[in-house]
């Protein structure tokens, strides 16, 4: 890692780390897409959407880069590979679908709050060192993994998390069958994946 020895070289590696992690989620959306589209076409839907407009962030990313004065470089993000990680773990082994599908809604929404965390604070530094062109495209892709972290957390309210749990009931109405006893009830009542 080069030095840091003030405000704008923290500034310009924490942008080398976005754009990596941009790069690293553009890559795997499709992937998260195809994983959920059978059982869960609405979860595929708002993976595709932000594919694309992932891909708009990083050409804005490239953009505040050329705005700096700086080359458009990635430096590893450890935060992004380990929630991918995550996320490759659960497709191998979920049995599932309901369960995959809540299990890639939640780690999405850990990669929404990375996201936001990160832009939240490159908008207020790109303010403080003066670059007001590059806190404006910062701030558009700011809005956007906002309104994504909504978006998923509206599907999961809604549909995602209740299939699971139902998922769970039958499993659990199945055994009962078998074994002659009484399973416990799932509630119905909704509940936030984040």
Known sequence: MPAIADLEDLFTDMLRDIYYAEKKILRALPKLARAVRKETP??????EKHAEETQGQVERLEQVFEIIGRKATGKKCAAIEGILAEGE??????????????????????????????????????????????????????????????????LALDHVNQAAVDQMGETEDEDEDESGNEQPSYSRSRRSAA
């Open 89 to 154: 773990e659960l497709m191998q082994n979920a049995e599932c679908k309901c369960t995959l599908a809540v299990g890639l809604l939640a780690g999405a929404q850990a990669v929404e709050h990375y996201e936001v965390a990160r832009y939240g604070t490159l908008v207020e530094w790109a303010r403080l060192l003066g670059h007001d062109d590059a806190a404006d495209l910062l701030q558009e892709t700011l809005d956007q993994e906002k309104d994504t972290d909504s978006a998923l957390s509206e």
């Open 42 to 47: 609405e979860l595929s839907e708002v993976f």
